[in-house]
């Protein structure tokens, strides 16, 4: 992955080398400026692929004959030779735990090592975390907006940015909250639960009962094989007679595809009921089939819709399978699952909540893995010290300056055990206790001091990679998964909401502070 890198990286190595600087000690941080899609916070994802790539970093000889080709002519033969014998034994990481909750100018991956080598790493890095992170907060959103007890599906595998991006979007759209992909090779790669219903085409390739082979099922506990076309048919008519709608209007295509799918996946059924009219047909047919099998001892998994108003035909599908479960006397009727899905967004997910839809499964695609509302987190990998110096961008956007020096992290919480500000101090600093009064500047009001006091303190930061090799367990994804659901839910609701959520301070110690100060002065 060494190549992985824009070509400017490979110049300014070179630039360094001729210099001897390279094998100066250097530090970098990456971070980001603004929350994304206009909230507070994001989910820092990547962590564990940015550690492969570290641990694997090397220039092959393939890739240093490459380089050769590519690069001026005039760059000396000894620099090439030293890119061989590059790899990642001298460098230092420290990040956040993956899936922590991060906020805006608070770095989350710290890099310290030789010059040349810190600065390769920076568009790796980026690659790695930048959608990594953007895609496990945006399904944080849709997790926050369905609720806990709403299964999310991710479903985005023919929408995303080519393979990559598709496996990426399983993968992190699972920490951020997701419950299952339709990604066969996502939940191969990454032991993601894997689900899936049922398709269109499956059922218009049907026309008629008589194209079901083979038609028989033998009931759950054992017994003669029944003909199950003919017992749904039995089952169809006086379904229609209860719904108080013409059996001939049920389209017999539609029936055999139910049908057939029942013969095949009998302890699995699910219906699809919107290949023609969900009232008419789909509803009909897929009841006459459940409760055909319900006859053999089955059940039915549930129904999906994938067009119209689906939080109102949600409901009406809940009043029959109801109507049907109390009539014939099958009470695990009514509570059959209800999935939709059909570019579902955010505001889907705020309309079904406002009209008290009964829906039980969300599938999410396009608008999870696409990003479309901020298609890039906008992470940057900045330095903040070489040779023992700190350095310093200065600019006149504020929001654009970057922080000097090695830093520590740490979260401030209130008694409520909400965390209420994230304070960055100089490495070498002592740390700050609880109940601790602590003198502060807030980013954004450097000009005014103010003080704090929290009631519990958590360094943020942990070294996962030293002497070329992870030095720190990694957790496993559904554990990623887990802090991250709890990670969001120690926000107070004013910081957590998704729409002008407050402010979240995050400030310096006064020694950082004046160490900024002086090195903006001077610079100036």
């Not at 890739?63 to 001026?72: G, I, K, N, Q």
């Not at 930048?130 to 999310?152: E, I, M, Q």
């Not at 889907?348 to 696409?370: A, C, K, M, Y």
């Amino acid at each position: 992955m060494a190549p992985l890198a824009d070509l400017y990286h490979l110049t300014m190595a070179y630039g360094h080398w001729r210099a001897g600087r390279h094998r100066a000690p250097a530090a970098a941080e990456l971070f980001f400026r603004r929350g994304p899609f206009g909230g507070a916070l994001a989910l820092a994802a990547g962590l564990a692929q940015g550690l492969r790539c570290l641990r694997a970093f090397r220039f092959s000889a393939a890739d240093v004959a490459y380089l050769r080709s590519v690069l001026p002519a005039t760059m000396e033969d000894a620099f090439f030779d030293y890119l061989a014998t590059l790899d990642a034994s001298e460098v230092t990481v420290s990040a956040v735990p993956e899936g922590s909750v991060v906020f805006a100018r608070v770095p989350f991956l710290q890099v310290k090592g030789p010059l040349l080598v810190v600065q390769l790493l920076e568009t790796t890095l980026l690659c790695l975390v930048n959608y990594a992170s953007l895609v496990a907060t945006n399904a944080s959103r849709f997790r926050l907006l369905a609720g806990p007890d709403v299964k999310l599906m991710e479903i985005g595998l023919r929408r995303a940015q080519g393979p990559d991006g598709a496996l990426s979007a399983s993968k992190y759209s699972y920490i951020g909250g997701f419950d299952c992909t339709s990604n066969v090779l996502a939940g191969k790669l990454y032991g993601i639960p894997v689900r899936g219903t049922i398709a269109h085409s499956f059922i218009m390739s049907f026309t008629s009962l008589e194209e079901v082979q083979p038609r028989e099922v033998a009931p759950l506990e054992g017994g003669e094989p029944v003909d199950l076309p003919a017992l749904a048919e039995s089952w169809l008519r006086r379904v229609c007679e209860l719904l108080q709608t013409p059996p001939e209007k049920a389209n017999r295509g539609e029936l055999a595809a139910f049908v057939s799918y029942a013969i095949t996946f009998p302890q699995d059924f699910q219906g699809l009921l919107d290949t023609y009219c969900v009232k008419r047909s789909g509803l009909p047919n897929f009841c006459a089939v459940a409760l055909a099998l319900h006859q053999l001892g089955y059940r039915a998994i549930g129904v999906r819709l994938d067009s119209g108003d689906l939080a109102q035909q949600s409901k009406e599908i809940r009043r029959v399978l109801r109507a049907c479960g109390a009539h014939f006397g099958v009470p695990w009727f009514e509570t059959i699952p209800i999935a939709v899905s059909n570019d579902i967004s955010e505001q889907s997910l705020e309309e079904f909540s406002r009209e008290g839809s009964e829906i039980n499964v969300i599938g999410v695609g396009t608008n999870l893995v696409t990003c479309p509302l901020q298609p890039s987190l906008g992470c940057v990998y900045k330095l903040v010290e070489v040779n023992g110096s700190p350095c310093l961008k200065l600019t006149e956007d504020e929001e654009k300056m970057t922080i000097p020096g090695i830093k520590m992290i740490y979260r401030l919480y209130d008694a409520a055990g909400h965390p209420f500000m994230d304070l960055m101090a100089l490495e070498e600093e002592p740390s700050p206790r609880a109940g601790q009064e602590l003198a502060v500047r807030v980013l954004g009001r450097l000009g005014e001091s103010s003080k704090v006091v929290p009631t519990t303190v958590e360094p943020l930061q942990r070294t996962y990679f030293r002497d070329g090799q992870v030095c720190e367990p990694l957790p496993t994804l559904p554990e990623v998964r887990s802090h991250a659901q709890a990670s969001l839910g120690l926000l107070s609701p004013a910081h957590r909401r998704l729409r002008e959520p407050q402010p979240y301070p995050v400030a310096v110690t006064e020694r950082l502070h004046r160490l900024l100060t002086e090195l903006r002065q001077a610079t100036q």
